[in-house]
């Protein structure tokens, strides 16, 4: 059984008490599936590749209505409903670079993708 010692009183070199710790419970594992063991399990869809071929001009000309629409388009995994709510109480400056952000994890998500089939990677430059 393991303990845990715990030093009490003024002196605690002195006193000692010894209290058992519960037993240590297994970590519940995911469900495995061909999903999520996969990441590349399915190609990227036609909205990420049109995110990902955005040209920095174009981003920088977009209001902010087209630069929400182009964050919210991506539907990237990482990003949670919270955060995209928070997208409407921007600035322009930080939906921009919220928008390079986006196209940038696209790019690296079809890069993955295609070099994990052995292809070339579309998007050298960021790789």
């Not at 902010?64 to 109480?89: F, H, K, Q």
Request: contains cysteine; hydrophobic residues 35%; positive net charge.
């Amino acid at each position: 059984m393991r303990t845990m010692n715990l030093a009490m009183g003024a002196d605690s070199s002195r006193v000692v008490r010894r209290f058992p710790l519960e037993p240590r419970r297994p970590v519940p594992q995911k469900p495995t599936s061909q999903q999520s063991d996969n990441p590349w399990g399915r190609p990227p869809s036609p909205v990420m590749l049109s995110v990902a071929r955005q040209p920095d001009t174009k981003i920088v000309r977009m209001d902010r209505s087209d630069l929400i629409d182009l964050i919210r388009g991506a539907d990237l995994p990482p990003v949670n409903e919270e955060t995209m709510e928070r997208l409407d109480w921007l600035d322009r400056a930080d939906l921009e670079r919220l928008a390079f952000l986006t196209r940038r994890c696209c790019r690296n998500q079809i890069n993955s993708y295609y070099q994990h089939l052995g292809r070339p990677a579309l998007f050298i430059a960021d790789v």
